[in-house]
C-alpha cells in the first residue's frame, strides 16, 4: 500500500526566509509525486509533479522539489518565502495503475511572520 | 473550461436526512473521485471511478453512495446523514491519457451535520 508522511505539521518562517517542507513516501514501484497548496477556504492546487527524469522539478510560484530515491522523499523548497505563500500544503503519491487514488499527507500548515 | 465544479458550496443537514453533492468536470477525464478533508487528517478517499459505468470504494466509503452514469458527472450521496460526515468534501478528476496528470479539485462542499 502507499502511504505519505509529512513530519512537520506547522511550520513559522520569516519572510524572505528559505523553506523546505518535508514529504517522505512509501511505494513499491516508480512513484508518480505531486505537492499541491490549498489557501483558506479553497480547494487545492498543483504547484508541481514528479513522473521521471530530472529529479529537480520546478513548479509555480517560485517553488521546486527534489525526489530522492534513496531517501523516499520529496521535499518542496523555496528560496525567498513571500507572505502569500501562507497556506497548507500536501504531499502526494499515485501511480497510473491506480490513477484517481492518490494518497495523500496530512499536510503542513506554513505561517509566514512579517 | 469550467473544470472541476461541485454544488452546494455549504449544506446543513439534520441526523438521517440524506442528500446528493453533485460534481461535474468538463474536461473529458476519465477518472473522477471524492475526498473528504477533516482537520488533522489530510485528504481521505471516499470513492471513485475510472470510467463511466465503474466506481470502486476507497479509504472510507461507509455511509457514501456513488454512481457515474455519464463521464462528466460523479454524484456523492449521504444515505442517512450522521454528525461524523461532517467534514469539507472535494470532488477531483484526473487522466492518464498523456501519462499520470495530476489530479483537478473543485471548490469543495463544506457540510455539516446536527
Known amino acids: 500500500a502507499q502511504s505519505v508522511t509529512q513530519p512537520d505539521i506547522h511550520i513559522t518562517v520569516s519572510e524572505g526566509a528559505s523553506l523546505e517542507l518535508r514529504c517522505n513516501y512509501s511505494y513499491g514501484a516508480t512513484p508518480y509525486l505531486f505537492w499541491y497548496v490549498q489557501s483558506p477556504g479553497q480547494g487545492l492546487q498543483l504547484l508541481l509533479k514528479?513522473?521521471?527524469?530530472?529529479?529537480l522539478v520546478q513548479g509555480i510560484k517560485g517553488f521546486e522539489a527534489e525526489f530522492k530515491r534513496s531517501q523516499s522523499s520529496f521535499n518542496l523548497r523555496k528560496p525567498s518565502v513571500h507572505w502569500s505563500d501562507a497556506a497548507e500544503y500536501f504531499c502526494?503519491?499515485?501511480?497510473?495503475?491506480?490513477?484517481?487514488?492518490?494518497?495523500f499527507g496530512d499536510g503542513t500548515t506554513l505561517t509566514v511572520k512579517p | 473550461n469550467a473544470g472541476v465544479t461541485q454544488t452546494p458550496k455549504f449544506q446543513v443537514l439534520k441526523t438521517g436526512q440524506s442528500m446528493t453533492l453533485q460534481c461535474a468536470q468538463d474536461?473529458?477525464?476519465?477518472?473522477m473521485s471524492w475526498y473528504r478533508q477533516d482537520p488533522g487528517m489530510g485528504l481521505r478517499l471516499i470513492h471513485y471511478s475510472v470510467g463511466a459505468g465503474i466506481t470502486d470504494q476507497g479509504e472510507v466509503p461507509n455511509g457514501y453512495n456513488v454512481s457515474r452514469s455519464t463521464t462528466e458527472d460523479f454524484p456523492l450521496r449521504l444515505l442517512s446523514a450522521a454528525p461524523s460526515q461532517t467534514s469539507v468534501y472535494f470532488c477531483a478528476s484526473s487522466s492518464t491519457r498523456t501519462g499520470l496528470d495530476e489530479q483537478y479539485f473543485g471548490p469543495g462542499t463544506r457540510l455539516t451535520v446536527t
Open positions: 474536461m473529458n477525464h476519465e477518472y
Open positions: 502526494a503519491v499515485g501511480s497510473n495503475t491506480n490513477a484517481g487514488k492518490s494518497t
Open positions: 514528479y513522473f521521471s527524469g530530472d529529479t
